[in-house]
């Protein structure tokens, strides 16, 4: 039998990540497993095959997989070779994918944005929740024809200023995309796929923009202690502020307060 170690990663009441491992030894004999809950599974290196009633799959990095409850199906590797997948649990599934797609397709935009926010959890980096679902939005979001050249619709317009003003207004707050989309009445996918082809970036990358702006406000123009900035601009810590500040601008929070920064910033 092949040997399984899970490792969590995010664990939330409607949310758990975990990184999966299997060392890819088959028995002799497959024999029929089922999962006891509904989850995603997105292969991050190596592959396996999945057999069930409907569907016939090799999953790897380019393909996902939707595990059914219940559902008896049998996983091989022919090959001989192992591989490490993220398991997705919890009510979140339900809600976010299609029950009727067994596998879907994962391009390698959606597959490097959800490895960058693993590694940030590799690295025990705060990791928001806002972060994780868009990266796993766009990992099951179905495939779409190319974007046009067109000009967003004054709709599209207006719904990405509407996401805008929210998350500027609660950048502070711990944000989930189910309560930003839901106040602008459409779906998650909608709201990630027009506010990127709006504003030429994702939702979260924003946020921290905005979060960044009040940081930079506060370092120049008060006196509060480092600490006390990172948690007045939304951030987890000092640590958090520190790195992010760094990516952004180049320079320390404390460097930035002392005139360091840059003008081009």
């Not at 649990?89 to 809600?95: E, H, I, L, M, S």
């Not at 397709?105 to 590799?122: G, I, N, P, T």
């Not at 944000?175 to 030429?200: I, K, N, P, T, Y």
């Amino acid at each position: 039998m092949p040997r399984l170690h899970a490792s969590p990663l995010l664990r939330e009441t409607d949310l758990q990540l975990f990184r999966v491992t299997c060392d890819g030894h088959d028995a002799p004999r497959l024999k029929d497993e089922s999962s006891d809950s509904e989850s995603l599974v997105l292969a991050l290196h190596g592959r396996f095959q999945f057999r069930d009633a409907r569907t016939r799959a090799v999953v790897g990095p380019g393909t996902g997989l939707l595990m059914r409850a219940h559902n008896p199906c049998q996983i091989s590797h022919p090959h001989g070779g192992g591989d490490a997948c993220l398991s997705v649990r919890g009510p979140w599934v339900r809600r976010f994918v299609d029950p009727a797609t067994a596998t879907f397709s994962v391009s390698a935009e959606a597959y490097v944005r959800l490895q960058a926010v693993l590694a940030r959890v590799a690295r025990s980096e705060p990791v928001e929740r806002l972060q994780v679902e868009e990266a796993l939005c766009l990992t099951v979001s179905r495939s779409e024809p190319r974007a046009t050249s067109s000009a967003p619709t004054a709709r599209e317009r207006n719904l990405a200023g509407a996401l805008a003003h929210e998350v500027s207004l609660r950048f502070d707050e711990r944000l989930s995309l189910e309560d930003l989309a839901q106040g602008a009445g459409v779906s998650v996918f909608h709201a990630c796929r027009v506010f990127r082809r709006v504003m030429g970036t994702g939702i979260h990358q924003h946020q921290q923009e905005v979060r960044l702006r009040h940081a930079l406000a506060l370092l120049l123009d008060t006196r509060l202690p480092l600490a006390e900035v990172a948690l007045e601009a939304g951030f987890a810590n000092q640590g958090h502020l520190g790195n992010a500040f760094m990516r952004r601008y180049g320079r320390t929070p404390g460097a930035a307060r002392k005139g360091l920064l840059p003008l081009s910033a």
